[in-house]
């Protein structure tokens, strides 16, 4: 199969890929978390130890742009393109028929590396853990979350539309991910105003 034949084969579009009101909510609850984590980087600057704030700083900052990012690719759906991806891959290979158990192992392998990236950061940020714990879990669970949404298992997509209170289970999760790291923010920049 040669390239332009494997692109052919992809049903993702560049368009819009949830113009509906909790999608722009979504979307606009990115946008605020990455203001406000550029703004809690901007506020590290005033802290007396300089290496401390260096730290800080670039934690801010790269949890900022990687907001940014997910703001962005929250409405192009760019893991709907990887998803059909792996599908043309996996026909391709011959191996689509045994997806489910792949599947599985990378939904396993996510929660692993979820589990690892959390201990990890907790260890790089071992000095600042307790202010910035939210922070911690609210990037854990986004990106676990974002992972095995990405996988596209018949019966995870079934609970993310479970509805609590007309709420979808989806929405719960990552407008709450995100709300941890706004609280995250939010506290950061409260706490280096007076301090």
């Known amino acids: 199969m040669g390239l332009s034949e494997f692109i052919s084969q992809i049903r993702w579009r560049p368009q819009i890929g949830d113009p509906s009101f909790m999608g722009w909510l979504t979307v ?3 946008a605020s978390a990455a203001i406000l984590c550029f703004v809690a980087a901007s506020r590290c600057l005033d802290i007396a130890d300089p290496e401390q704030s260096h730290h ?20 192009l759906d760019l893991q709907s393109l990887f998803t059909d991806m792996g599908r043309v891959l996996a026909t391709r290979e011959g ?3 045994n997806r489910r158990a792949v599947q599985r192992w990378l939904v396993l ?12 950061l ?21 990106i676990t979350f974002i992972v095995i949404r990405a996988a596209s298992f018949h019966h995870v997509d079934k609970l993310l539309g479970w509805e609590i209170l007309g709420f979808r289970m989806n929405w719960i999760l990552e407008l709450g991910g995100i709300g941890l790291i706004v609280v995250g923010a ?8 007076s301090g």
């Open 95 to 97: 191996w689509y028929d």
């Open 56 to 75: 800080r700083r670039r934690l801010w900052l790269g949890v900022a742009i990687f907001m940014l990012m997910l703001c962005i690719n929250k409405q």
């Open 28 to 30: 606009a609850a990115y």
């Open 122 to 142: 907790a260890w790089k940020i071992r000095s600042a853990l307790r202010e910035n714990l939210i922070l911690l879990l609210g990037l854990t669970s986004l």
């Open 109 to 120: 392998g996510v929660a692993a590396a979820g589990a690892a990236t959390f201990l990890f």
């Open 186 to 193: 939010a506290q950061s920049i409260c706490r280096h105003r």
